[in-house]
Structure formats: structure tokens, C-alpha cells
């Protein structure tokens, strides 16, 4: 057996020198099977072929084909370089024969062997087929690797990275010599220790996908060469061995930074697109209770006015009026007049409080606000027992804001603290400028019910309510908090159950 191999040059071929006892059928196997030279690194060569019958079909099939033939088996011995003979008679005598009267060192082979090279050959016609798979796979891999859009990278469970795409080259701005063999967290983290370990609470996909045995998904933020971080969606996916066990794992790394920012505007522009609706039907509810009570403070001066007209027509009804009588007239038109004015007024602000103008942001005086806000609420108090007492900074406190919202936030207070009184009370609203912030402070207090300590977390989020069911939406603090965020100003509350509540807003002004 000789090594064909030169240092240097591929892999070593081994080549062996076969004689063959035997020119039967398994002979002319032999001869087809090896004629093609089917094995990659193992170069069969049959030296000569021995059998009594000159017409037996591998003998002859060996002479057509060159193979040196005879009809005694010594004559194989003295082939030079022979490696060894293989007896393909079945003949027990003729295998004895052959191994007593064989050279020194040459190998002896039954016709067993026969089986063996069989299925030698057709395992390597199945590896080469599927190595050639594999190739094709391979080739298959890279290509799709390489045109992806997405980062992808092939990474080892030691957290190294064996693969990467030009995508994920271009994306972390370093070279394939850089990049191979570097741990995947000081790529795109460059810290020096894995994710879960550094950052805790940071997820880690590829521990996740060892772990489990599964695909895994994680966001993470990503800061690559000084770039502002980008938000990325990681998923792994295992590649595993014939024993089940993962040995590499794929990650593909999607940037989500434009795409979350545009559903953040989108989400905004909606947010805000549903605030001005709410604040317009929380409107409409508050307009609902200002008329109501306002019905009230109109049929007063109604009924005075009638009252007025009537006495004025029984005179008129006497005859020609006295002069006694015209000065009585003068003190009820003057009456009368004031009575109107009031009711105009009523009407006026409701009528105001009412109209639906574009929402738009512009320069405010937030004293003005407040002014026209307890205005229209003055009535409605009065009927119901409540004091109102009021201390306003005395310089304008302006803002860049939208009028219909900061009505509307602070008429839903003042409601809240006129609901928690409905036996009477006391109801302070006062005004300031912390200068130190330039923020303008509102505060509004009253001496009611007051909030459970449970509740006061809570007070805030859409539909809750301490109130029975029918009385209440559960939306007007909600609104107010969304109208205080969209205006950049914050809002605490103060209360103790049975004393009352204290609300304090705090918007920035100019």
C-alpha cells in the first residue's frame, strides 16, 4: 500500500495493488464497481486474475480491459507491489491453499470482503450525495444570508460570532476579520460580559434559545460607532445535531427605530386626536349641569318680571298713573332691567361655554380662564350652599395653551369638589407664580367628602369612580391629567377622608 500524496498538495490517496482467485460473476462486480474509481481518497488498482476456466465472464471481461490474467495462483505471488489477494471461488480448500502457500506479509482476503466493499461503496455514493446536498445547502444558506435586509449572524453557544451578513457588517460598522470570533455583546453592546449579566433585566435570546431548545425574542437597544441607539428585534433560531443538541444559533436582528417612531407620532397624533374628543363630549356634559342649575337662576328673574309687568298693568288698568305711580314704574324697569342683564348674562356664558371653536394653542392669561370658569359655576354653587372665595395672583399668568381645554379641566374640578359638598362648604381656588420655576400654581380646596388613602393612586386612570353607578363616567380626572400633560404641566392631590381635598396644578408660563 503506497501513499500517492505529495506535501503540499490534497489530501493523501491511498493505493493498493488487488489480485483476484476467482473470475466468476463476483469478479465482474469487482471490475465494474471499481472501474470508476468510486472512492475519494482510496485508489483500488487490480493487478491480476487468476482462474482455471479462460471463459469464465470476469476472467475474460479482465482481458478485455488490459488486467494481466493466468490459471495459477502463484503466479499472483510474484506480481511486484502486490498488497494483497482477495479469493472469490467460495472455495474453502482454494482460501487454505492461498494462505499456506502465500509471501511473507501478503494479506489474504475471503470473498466475504466482497459484502464490504459493497456497502463501502454505497456509503460513499450516500456521502458524496450528501455532501453534495450539503453544499448545495451551504450555498443556498450563504446566498440568502447575504441578501437579506436583515442583520444575521451565525453565533456559538460560548457566545461567539462564527457568520455574519454584510447587512449586520454594515450595521455595526466593523470588518469580517473584526467580527468573526468576537463575542456578539462587545459588537453591539461593547461591554465585556454577556447582556444578562451586565445589564440584569436585559434579555439574553441566545441563553434562552439554549435553554429551550426553541426560537426566542427579546428587544434590545443597540449603539453602534456613536450613532444615537436604535431599537432592535432580536429572534434566535436553534441549529441543532443528530443528538438533538444546539450547537450554533441563528440571530436575526430587525431595526425598529423608524418604525416605532413612526407608530409613537401615529400613536400621538391619535392621543391627542381622542383628547380633543373627550374634552369635547366631557364639555357637553359639563354645559348638561350648567344649564340644569342654570334653569334655576333664570326662572327667578322670570318670575320677578312677571311679577313686575303684572303689578305695572293693575295700575295702568285704574286709569292714567300718578305721579306716585310713575316713580313706582321707574324703580320696577330699573328692577326689571337688572333682572334681564342677569339673565342675559346666564344665557351669554352658556352660550359661550357652548360654542365649538377649532381647539388651537395660543397665548392665554390662565387668570382670565379661572375668572370665566367660576363665573359659570358661581350660580350653581349659590343653589347649592357653597362658599366660594377666591385669591388670584395679581399679574397675568400666561401660557401658550388651548382655552377650551383649560376651561374644561378646570370646570371638571371645580365640579368634583362641588359633588364632594352637596350638603355646602367651602370652596377656595387660589392662583400664584413660583418664579424660582417660572410655573404658575393653582389651587383648588374644598371642605368635602375627601378621598380613601386606597384610592388616591387611582384617582387618575380612565373609569374610575368612588361614585354609584349611574353618577359618574369616570373620565373627568382622566381628562384633567391628559390636558395638564398636553399643556406640560403636572397636577398633585392632598386629602384627608372627612376634611376634604386639595388640588394642586402646576402649568409652565412665559
Not at 468573526?180 to 447582556?195: D, F, K, L, M, V
Not at 355646602?424 to 374644598?446: F, K, M, N, P, W
Not at 375627601?450 to 373609569?463: M, N, V
Request: include cysteine; charge should be negative; charged fraction near 25%.
Amino acid at each position: 500500500m503506497r501513499n500517492n500524496s505529495k506535501k503540499g498538495s490534497a489530501p493523501e490517496k491511498l493505493s493498493l495493488n488487488i489480485g483476484i482467485v476467482g473470475g466468476g460473476r463476483a469478479c465482474k462486480f469487482f471490475l465494474g464497481l471499481l472501474q470508476n474509481q468510486p472512492f475519494d481518497y482510496l485508489d483500488i488498482r487490480i493487478a491480476g486474475i487468476c482462474d482455471i476456466n479462460p471463459d469464465a465472464e470476469g476472467f475474460r471481461l479482465a482481458r478485455d480491459m488490459g488486467i494481466y490474467t493466468t490459471d495459477n495462483f502463484e503466479d499472483l505471488f510474484k506480481i511486484e507491489g502486490l498488497d494483497g489477494v482477495i479469493e472469490l471461488t467460495g472455495s474453502r480448500e482454494v482460501l487454505l491453499e492461498l494462505i499456506r502457500t502465500r509471501p511473507k506479509g501478503l494479506s489474504i482476503l475471503e470473498h466475504n470482503i466482497g459484502k464490504l466493499l459493497r456497502t463501502l461503496f454505497l456509503k460513499d455514493e450516500a456521502l458524496k450525495s450528501a455532501m453534495k446536498e450539503a453544499t448545495l445547502d451551504k450555498m443556498a444558506a450563504d446566498f440568502l444570508m447575504q441578501q437579506a435586509n436583515e442583520r444575521i449572524s451565525v453565533l456559538s453557544p460560548d457566545f461567539r460570532i462564527v457568520e455574519a451578513n454584510e447587512a449586520y457588517l454594515d450595521a455595526v460598522g466593523k470588518s469580517r476579520d473584526e467580527v468573526i470570533g468576537a463575542h456578539c455583546y462587545e459588537i453591539t453592546h461593547g461591554i465585556s460580559a454577556p447582556c444578562s449579566r451586565s445589564q440584569p433585566g436585559l434579555g439574553c435570546p441566545l441563553l434562552e434559545t439554549l435553554r429551550s431548545g426553541e426560537s426566542a425574542h427579546v428587544l434590545h437597544e443597540h449603539s453602534f460607532h456613536g450613532n444615537p441607539p436604535t431599537y432592535c428585534d432580536l429572534v434566535t433560531y436553534p441549529l441543532k445535531d443528530q443528538n438533538g443538541e444546539v450547537v450554533r444559533v441563528i440571530e436575526v436582528c430587525r431595526d425598529l427605530t423608524g418604525e416605532l417612531a413612526s407608530r409613537w407620532e401615529k400613536r400621538i397624533k391619535e392621543m391627542k386626536t381622542n383628547l380633543k374628543k373627550l374634552v369635547q363630549e366631557d364639555r357637553m356634559i359639563s354645559l348638561g349641569k350648567l344649564v340644569a342649575s342654570s334653569v334655576h337662576e333664570i326662572n327667578n328673574p322670570i318670575q320677578g318680571l312677571l311679577t313686575f309687568s303684572g303689578l305695572m298693568q293693575d295700575i295702568l288698568n285704574e286709569g292714567d298713573p300718578s305721579a306716585e305711580d310713575l316713580e313706582r314704574f321707574k324703580h320696577y324697569l330699573s328692577m326689571m332691567s337688572k333682572e334681564l342683564e342677569r339673565c342675559g348674562n346666564i344665557v351669554s356664558g352658556l352660550l359661550s361655554f357652548s360654542r365649538q371653536s377649532e381647539m388651537a394653542f395660543k397665548d392665554v392669561d390662565l387668570n382670565e380662564v379661572l375668572e370665566q370658569v367660576l363665573s359659570l359655576t358661581s350660580h350653581k354653587m349659590e343653589i347649592q350652599n357653597i362658599k366660594l372665595s377666591s385669591e388670584l395672583y395679581e399679574g397675568p399668568l400666561v401660557l401658550n395653551g388651548d382655552v377650551n381645554q383649560l376651561q374644561q379641566c378646570f370646570l371638571n374640578l371645580i365640579f368634583n369638589a362641588m359633588e364632594a359638598m352637596p350638603e355646602g362648604g367651602e370652596l377656595r381656588v387660589t392662583s400664584d407664580l413660583d418664579r424660582s420655576r417660572q410655573t404658575a400654581v393653582i389651587r383648588i380646596e374644598d371642605t368635602g367628602y375627601g378621598i380613601a388613602k386606597e384610592d388616591l393612586g387611582h384617582i387618575f386612570d380612565p373609569f374610575f369612580t368612588t361614585k354609584g353607578e349611574g353618577e359618574g363616567t369616570g373620565l373627568g380626572l382622566s381628562i384633567v391629567y391628559g390636558i395638564l400633560k398636553n399643556h406640560g404641566g403636572d397636577i398633585q392631590v392632598q386629602s384627608r377622608l372627612g376634611e376634604g381635598s386639595a388640588f394642586v396644578l402646576s402649568l409652565p408660563v412665559k
